[in-house]
T-cell receptor, first 114, second 115 residues
């Protein structure tokens, strides 16, 4: 059974800092991993999808990496802004039973302060 | 196409009442998923459809929960005889097939409060 862990649970940084959010997973046979953003009381917005054949994906100030051998993914946010304040969730496929569902971590709650 | 739509956004109901939520996926997506999220937790899988067939249900989905996807388009999730423990955010997602390299697109969710 896939288990996903995110560290830290919460993070507060001053505006302009670069930061790294960590995600670890137990089943390294995953074929992709997805990072999401969730604002309070809202749904999930997909940020980046990394395929198992890739090591990195970039979108603007966001860069996500995937290391299957170590069971880790990181989300790097450059030059953080107050608008980046949200909860960031990573999710990988549950491979038992066909891989037709995602297993989520509990998220990292990010606050970027002025 | 504007993405995955969920209705209503919020629902407050009295314990014991039945509620129904609707999800309209991205039109070309053949897979549709329902998840439930409680405060401070990540979303948990409830059920999954491929076209109109419900292929998997979580043990979280008690007999009071039923989901349908008639004609493989929109889906409904009904909760009968609601309990306070059903209070949560109910999220719908659709995909072309994650095992073929496609990610999930989520809707804005329906927040259910049972009083």
């Amino acid at each position: 059974k896939q288990e996903v862990t995110q560290i830290p649970a919460a993070l507060s940084v001053p505006e302009g800092e670069n930061l790294v959010l960590n995600c670890s997973f137990t089943d390294s046979a995953i074929y992709n991993l997805q990072w999401f953003r969730q604002d309070p009381g809202k749904g999930l917005t997909s940020l980046l999808l990394i395929q198992s054949s890739q090591r990195e994906q970039t979108s603007g100030r966001l860069n996500a990496s995937l290391d299957k051998s170590s069971g880790r993914s990181t989300l790097y946010i450059a030059a953080s802004q107050p608008g980046d304040s949200a909860t960031y969730l990573c999710a990988g496929p549950e491979l038992t039973g066909g891989g037709n569902k995602l297993t989520f971590g509990t998220g990292t709650q990010l606050k970027v302060e002025l | 196409d504007t993405g995955v739509s969920q209705d209503p956004r919020h629902k407050i109901t009295k314990r014991g009442q039945n509620v129904t939520f609707r999800c309209d996926p991205i039109s070309e997506h053949n897979r549709l998923y329902w998840y439930r999220q409680t405060l401070g937790q990540g979303p948990e899988f409830l059920t999954y459809f491929q076209n109109e067939a419900q292929l998997e249900k979580s043990r979280l989905l008690s007999d009071r929960f039923s989901a349908e996807r008639p004609k493989g388009s929109f889906s409904t999730l009904e909760i009968q005889r609601t309990e306070q423990g059903d209070s949560a955010m109910y999220l719908c997602a659709s995909s072309l097939g994650p095992d073929r390299g496609y990610g999930y697109t989520f809707g804005s969710g329906t927040r259910l409060t049972v009083v």
